[in-house]
């Protein structure tokens, strides 16, 4: 039987983040590439930060959506090379990270910028104050913010 | 690539992999035992990333040992005997105080952005491209420990009293940490050679510590190094890191 990519990149585009099920893990970069070779098929991925803890999770539940819409085997490869990078992460995510209160790396094209101006997620304002690099998972920090006066979390340029 | 220059390459990443897990393991110990909760927060994220960086360089152990990078990284950790681990007394040593623990961080830091710097360069490509990972990753590091240093040295009287301590004990483990790769890897272009590496390294510190309020110890003589003996703290360690693998080999979670 044939096996439409197009399908299996459907059925992924539904997989959520395990720590931030509001986006998924196609609209976060971190699915890389799916191809068939010889009846099975094979989905890179990339972690956001090397030592992520989701890891696993992530490819249990790529293989749990996939075996809902095929029955051929499924390999799930991680790669490194190009390293993840906040910039990947599409539009519609990051419009889905602010109304969750998250407020999204900003684009850096590359060159990171740790001290970057944070937006807050709730109000808007720029008058923001990182309290806390690390966060709750390695992907996100602290930030204050002294308009509205309530702590957010900002996903961490990288 | 010849066989003697895969098996260097292979030894020379299992110390650098070595000494990321252990110090990761370390600092996962003041997991709900830091001073202050927002520490407690940053060290179990640094002790996540050092492990993670661990579990890189492993993979490309497992490259070049022919083992899949998959299950060989959890064979090394879970399943190896002491004598067989490669990991320096600076890792090794016992959390300590906070001042100790973000005081070896940070010099433990400063060595890696260095190397990793020069890494970014190495003529054996997986390794150039492992580099690129981390790097990033640990400049959220070093720019946190470099902040703590400054604060506890110039804190209070105190602080800088546990600081000066905590100096006088890890500066002869960290400067043993810069040791001389194997000629022809240098040759090679796959790794920076030791000197160019302790300037860079001591450039970074030195004038950042003296900045700290503290006094670098003078040290001509540093203690015998060989990465296949171990302090008897690693033994410790290794119980408690190993023991529920060990129970149950094949556990999934
Ligand atoms: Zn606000």
């Known amino acids: 039987m044939m096996i439409e990519i197009e399908r299996l990149w459907q059925a992924l585009n539904d997989v959520p983040d395990p720590e931030l099920p509001v986006v998924s893990l196609v609209e976060l970069g971190i699915v890389r590439d799916v191809q068939v070779t010889a009846g099975k098929i094979v989905v890179t991925i990339t972690p956001t930060f090397s030592g992520c803890p989701a890891h696993y999770a992530m490819q249990d539940a790529i293989c749990d959506r996939l075996r809902q819409v095929t029955d051929a085997a499924i390999e799930i490869m991680t790669t490194y090379s190009p390293p993840w990078s906040s910039d990947w992460i599409t539009d519609t995510a990051r419009e889905k990270l602010r109304a969750f209160g998250i407020a999204p790396a900003p684009r850096h094209g590359g060159n990171v910028m740790l001290l970057e101006a944070v937006t807050c997620p709730n109000c808007g304002s720029a008058n923001t104050v990182l309290r806390n690099p690390f966060g709750p998972t390695p992907c996100r920090m602290i930030y204050t913010c002294n308009d509205c006066r309530q702590p957010f979390e900002a996903f961490k340029p990288l | ?253």
């Not at chain 2, 490669?86 to 433990?108: H, I, N």
């Not at chain 2, 710097?117 to 400049?139: C, G, H, N």
């Open chain 2, 1 to 253: 690539m010849t066989n003697e220059l895969h098996n260097a390459l292979a030894d020379y990443l299992l110390a650098l992999a070595d000494d990321e897990l252990i110090l990761g393991h370390r600092d996962s110990e003041w997991c709900g035992h830091a001073p202050i909760l927002e520490e407690d927060i940053a060290f179990a994220n640094i002790a996540l990333d050092e492990i993670g960086h661990a579990g890189v360089w492993y993979r490309l152990v497992a490259d070049l040992r022919d083992e899949r990078p998959e299950t060989y990284p959890d064979q090394l950790i879970y399943f190896r005997e002491m004598a067989d681990y490669r990991s320096a007394p600076l890792v090794e040593l016992p959390k300590g105080d906070w001042a100790l623990t973000m005081l070896r961080q940070y010099l433990f830091d400063a060595l890696e952005s260095v190397r990793l710097e020069r890494l970014a360069a190495s003529a054996y490509p997986p390794l150039a491209e492992a580099d690129a990972k981390i790097r990033t990753e640990e400049l959220y590091h070093l720019r946190h420990t470099t902040a703590w240093v400054r604060r506890l040295g110039l804190g209070t009287e105190e602080s800088r009293r546990r600081m000066q301590a905590a100096l006088e004990t890890l500066w002869p483990y960290a400067l043993q940490m810069i040791e001389q790769p194997s000629a022809e890897l240098v040759e090679a272009g796959y790794v920076p050679a030791e000197d160019d590496l302790r300037h860079a390294w001591e450039d970074m510190v030195i004038p950042h510590l003296q900045d700290s309020g503290l006094d670098v110890p003078h040290q001509t003589i540093l203690p015998p190094f060989d990465r296949q003996r171990h302090t008897e703290h690693l033994s410790a360690l290794l119980d408690e890191m190993q023991s529920v693998a060990r129970l149950i080999p094949d556990a999934r979670w």
